[in-house]
């Protein structure tokens, strides 16, 4: 059996459910849609927030070595000049002569269009950069390119960061944005966009300790990804060959994800050794190096860089959070996302439209919506609304009852085994905080029990 087969999810039950409950659009679509090009629907945005927010607060927040940066994604052609990316980030082209079809002639097996069989054209070299233009006048002196990846940014800036902050190596520098490719083939969703967003850190070492820094980042950023709920079997690091290598790497190692396509890449680790500095330096004129006290040298340090696809990460969270099971005569669809990742955290469930338990109701909502995502919700009957929120990946449904309003107490739903414990409200919102935290469900406040339809 491959390792797909014994896996519920396929690219097109995601798509479809992305679609139907909010997560991710196609782009324009009234128009027909924009080529590899998506939209984050109102669950989307929350969930992209939210892989964003626990990157930084694993890469920045939590270090002391690190520091953030939001760099323009308009930068001076030069940079680009510098960098080897107007010579060389480019990808071989071949057109179909039947069709018309473009395909990267490396991703394609056999010399003859995978589509309709007809014949191509001479590969060529086609440059992966948007070009644009700044100012009124379109002529060659004003083309400016929309950077292909974040990386530059932190390199063109890292004198300024040296000097405002102080730091010594090691240190890096954080930054998450948008980043633009004219990717010749697309598709497979929101794997391989021509707008994405890039999580980068660029780690600047000691040159000697680079090997050392590489490989602990690698360990770094696997565990990030099974901390936040990725299985590790869907998770394999793949060195590049000496032949393999981009210009400016001296290693490089991608952590792979099963994706429903097969193993593609999630993130890639390099060592770009010094060559981005010393490439400004000369392109700049300016003096970019770190200045070792101990040593009494300037020394040009060497870059560590983990660089992650925020799309690519919600692609993988939500492919590994998907689950089904047989629920009476129907499927039970669950994503599995972890507390910190869910779009909404907890759902505020009446009973029913009963107007007697409104102001009890609304009382709770107004309360917890100011600590996390929250919703509201009072359309159909229980069991389908908690189906709706088991769908969209929501931890906790809080559920109001009649009896709620004797006993000051209500129902928390957990989705991952759909156990419920009754708590008094007034440890309602420390309950969840704790639950939200990673703490046992079955373990419980003061005055909470176990309730019905609680498995033992
Ligand atoms: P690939 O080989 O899949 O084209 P790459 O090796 O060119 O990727 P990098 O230049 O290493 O990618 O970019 C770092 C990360 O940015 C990738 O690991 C991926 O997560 C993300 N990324 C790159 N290109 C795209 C894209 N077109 N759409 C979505 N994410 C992307």
């Given amino acids: 059996m491959t390792e797909q087969a014994t896996r519920k999810?396929?690219?097109?039950?995601?798509?479809?459910?992305?679609?139907?409950?909010?997560y991710i659009f196609p782009s324009s679509e009234i128009y027909g849609g924009m080529g590899a090009c998506?939209?984050?629907?109102?669950?989307?945005?929350?969930?992209?927030?939210?892989?964003?927010?626990?990157?930084?607060?694993?890469?920045?927040?939590?270090?002391?070595?690190?520091?953030?940066?939001?760099?323009?994604?308009?930068?001076?052609?030069?940079?680009?000049?510098?960098?080897?990316?107007?010579?060389?980030?480019?990808d071989p082209l071949v057109d179909c002569k039947q069709c018309r079809k473009r395909w990267r002639s490396d991703n394609i097996a056999g010399e003859k269009c995978p589509e309709c069989g007809g014949d191509l054209t001479e590969p060529r070299m086609?440059?992966?950069?948007?070009?644009?233009?700044?100012?009124?006048?379109?002529?060659?002196a004003a083309v400016v390119y929309l950077r292909?990846?974040?990386?530059?940014?932190?390199?063109?800036?890292?004198?300024?960061?040296?000097?405002?902050?102080?730091?010594?190596?090691?240190?890096?520098?954080?930054?998450?944005?948008?980043?633009?490719?004219?990717?010749?083939?697309?598709?497979?969703?929101?794997?391989?966009?021509?707008?994405?967003?890039?999580m980068e850190v660029e780690y600047f070492v000691v040159p000697g300790s680079d090997e050392e820094w590489f490989r602990t980042w690698v360990d770094e950023r696997v565990k990030w990804y099974t901390d936040l709920g990725i299985s590790r079997e869907n998770l394999r690091l793949v060195q590049h060959g000496v032949d393999e290598l981009a210009h400016y790497a001296k290693s490089c190692t991608d952590i792979e994800y099963l994706f429903p396509m097969g193993w593609s890449e999630l993130e890639g680790i390099a060592n770009r050794t010094d060559f981005d500095l010393k490439q400004h330096a000369g392109h700049s004129g300016k003096d970019i190096s770190y200045y070792d006290e101990d040593t009494k040298e300037h020394i040009v340090p060497y870059v560590i860089e983990p660089s992650a696809g925020v799309d690519r990460s919600v692609l993988a969270f939500l492919v590994d959070a998907y689950d089904e099971e047989p629920d009476k005569d129907e499927i039970r669809v669950v994503l599995r996302l972890h507390?910190?990742?869910?779009?909404?955290?907890?759902?505020?469930?009446?009973?029913?439209?009963?107007?007697?338990?409104?102001?009890?109701?609304?009382?709770?909502?107004?309360n917890l919506?100011?600590?996390?995502?929250?919703?509201?919700?009072?359309?159909?009957?229980?069991?389908?609304?908690?189906?709706?929120?088991?769908?969209?990946?929501?931890?906790?449904?809080?559920?109001?009852?009649?009896?709620?309003?004797?006993?000051?107490?209500v129902t928390i739903r957990e989705r991952d085994g759909m156990k419920q414990i009754r708590v008094p409200i007034a440890e309602l919102k420390a309950t969840l905080d704790a639950k939200l935290c990673g703490q046992p469900f079955e373990v419980l406040p003061p005055g909470g029990k176990k309730w019905l339809g609680f498995e033992e």
């Fill in 9 to 22: 999810v396929t690219m097109d039950k995601l798509v479809s459910l992305c679609k139907r409950r909010g």
């Fill in 126 to 140: 086609f440059n992966l950069m948007f070009k644009t233009h700044v100012g009124a006048v379109e002529d060659e």
């Fill in 339 to 366: 507390p910190d990742l869910a779009p909404v955290k907890v759902a505020i469930l009446p009973l029913s439209r009963n107007e007697k338990l409104l102001p009890l109701s609304q009382d709770i909502y107004n």
């Fill in 38 to 90: 998506y939209d984050y629907g109102p669950l989307g945005v929350e969930l992209k927030n939210n892989v964003k927010a626990c990157w930084w607060r694993s890469v920045v927040q939590e270090r002391d070595d690190m520091v953030g940066l939001d760099a323009s994604i308009l930068m001076h052609p030069q940079t680009w000049v510098a960098s080897g990316h107007v010579d060389g980030f480019a």
């Fill in 148 to 198: 292909p990846e974040t990386a530059q940014g932190i390199f063109v800036n890292f004198e300024n960061v040296l000097s405002s902050t102080r730091r010594k190596l090691p240190f890096g520098i954080a930054q998450i944005g948008k980043a633009f490719r004219n990717e010749i083939t697309t598709g497979n969703f929101i794997f391989r966009m021509r707008e994405f967003e890039q």
């Fill in 369 to 409: 919506r100011r600590c996390w995502m929250v919703q509201y919700d009072n359309a159909q009957s229980i069991g389908r609304r908690y189906r709706r929120y088991d769908e969209i990946g929501t931890p906790f449904c809080v559920t109001i009852d009649f009896d709620s309003l004797e006993d000051n107490a």
